[in-house]
């Protein structure tokens, strides 16, 4: 059984007390890092005066640079032969940033995992298509051993390859599948090609959504091609990965589970604590975690969490879905637009496909924002008068979300270019 009704629908006190204890024993571990000892040693902090989730403020918040700047062993907390796995981020710009694991560590995120899965209604017999990538990329095997955890049946697939996917899915009657939300709409896209219906042909029922933003326009999407329920599910490999947050059978918020981290939501500017409803930062600070303690880290992934408890009766905080990253936001002719906003229209206008794109660039000092929408098959048939009004109206729609005009421009199904990991939307050349 994976409903840990005791720890899921804790009380706040008790909550408070159990945070404390485990707040306590991190700040001992993150003492044992070169990194914060060398913090605490020059902002003078005395980490046995830090009691309270409140105390926090008197530590500075922990940055992505400042994971790359501790590379190797910067943040490890353990002698290294009680390591047992790392995780490291893709690299590719800039040094990697890296994650230790013991062996407890990976049980109590197996553990979370599998809390996280039951809440969606995962059972031992259900059978679990893992389309994510294997590997460094925390999303792969950290929901691998969630669901084994729980006792599902678990199909270690791996991203890409749709024939094979399709294939398992019809064989083995899948019936539950991780997948990333921008793969999801192209993979029904596929099935349907080659002749099958994905609501009927199949078994799927439950859909975890991760790893990237999505809107719920997508989200609808996506259960409506399967006949399916579909969850958002968040983490971040500096946070474990996947298991951090999730979605429960209300899908109105993420449940963020609290006696895994303290949470705070802040004015990314500022770092002054948000409201219920006021959308700002993440920052995470673990304590459950022995190898890699890591303290106040600043997610760059801006929500907002919501007051009301929710019907379920889990207490752990519930932040909605992540609306974008503060890195994400680009300015353009002076307005700041989130990648998203302009997600959350096309995914609303019916004849929008399943790809789309945004394309920055700069011609005689003026900024220019072409979209590629891919639209479904079945318009370019039409006469063209009829596709031009779409595209106005496509355009109309962005402009009054965007408050500026992009160039839409309309294409085929399976135009755009895909990736196997997470999606492309935005090529910004003003910077190139
Ligand atoms: P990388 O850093 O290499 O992209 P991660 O797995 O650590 O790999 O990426 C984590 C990031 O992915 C999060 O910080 C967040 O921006 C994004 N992400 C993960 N899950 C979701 C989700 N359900 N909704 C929105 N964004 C998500
Ligand atoms: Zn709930």
Redesign the pocket.
């Known amino acids: 059984m994976y409903w840990e009704k005791e720890i899921e629908t804790i009380s706040p006190e008790e909550l408070k007390t159990l945070q404390q204890e485990r707040l306590k024993l991190t700040l001992q571990r993150a003492a044992q890092t070169p990194f914060y000892r060398k913090l605490f040693a020059q902002a003078k902090i005395k980490p046995e005066l830090i009691k309270t989730k409140e105390d926090l403020q008197f530590i500075p918040p922990t940055t992505k640079e400042d994971l790359r700047s501790g590379f190797p062993f910067g943040f490890l907390s353990v002698p290294l032969t009680e390591v047992v796995r790392l995780h490291s981020?893709?690299g590719t710009t800039g040094t990697p940033t890296v994650i230790y694991h013991t062996a407890s560590d990976l049980a109590r995120w197996s553990n979370q995992v599998a809390r996280s899965l039951f809440t969606v209604g995962v059972r031992k017999n259900d059978i679990f298509q893992n389309m994510m990538s294997y590997g460094l990329?925390?999303?792969g095997l950290g929901m691998h051993y969630g669901a084994e955890r729980l006792g599902a049946m678990t199909i270690p697939i791996g991203a890409g390859n749709s024939k094979r996917q399709i294939w398992f899915l019809k064989h083995f009657k899948s019936t539950v599948i991780h997948i990333i939300p921008s793969y999801a709409l192209l993979l029904s896209n596929l099935i349907k090609s080659e002749g099958l219906d994905p609501k009927t042909d199949f078994n799927v029922n439950i859909i975890l959504?991760?790893?990237?933003?999505?809107s719920e326009g997508t989200r609808k999407r996506v259960e409506q091609a399967f006949g399916a329920k579909a969850y958002?599910?968040?983490?971040?490999?500096?946070m474990n990965?996947p298991g951090v947050a999730f979605e429960c059978g209300y899908q109105t918020g993420m449940h963020l589970w609290e006696d895994y981290y303290l949470v705070e939501i802040v004015n990314p500017k500022i770092l002054t604590p948000c409201q219920p409803g006021e959308l700002g930062e993440i920052i995470l600070t673990t304590i459950n975690r022995e190898a890699t303690p890591i303290l106040r880290y600043r997610?760059?992934?801006l929500a907002f969490y919501y007051q009301e408890p929710c019907p379920c009766g889990r207490t752990h905080l519930r932040i909605s879905?992540?609306q974008g990253?503060a890195d994400d936001m680009f300015i353009f002719r002076g307005v700041n637009i989130f990648p998203n906003q302009i997600e959350t229209v096309l995914m609303n206008i019916p004849e929008v496909g399943a790809n789309y794109r945004i394309i920055l660039s700069r011609e005689d000092y003026r900024d220019i924002m072409r979209i590629e929408v891919e639209i479904k098959p079945e318009l370019f048939a039409g006469e063209l008068p009829k596709l031009e009004r779409l595209r106005e109206r496509i355009t109309n729609e962005l402009r009054a979300e965007i408050l500026v005009t992009p160039q839409v421009v309309l294409v085929e199904p399976g135009t755009l270019p895909t990736q196997e990991g997470?999606a492309i939307r935005l090529i910004d050349k003003r910077k190139l």
């Open positions: 981020s893709s990329f925390t999303g959504l991760g790893a990237e933003p999505h958002n599910s968040y983490g971040l490999s500096e990965g997610t760059k992934d879905r992540i990253r997470k």
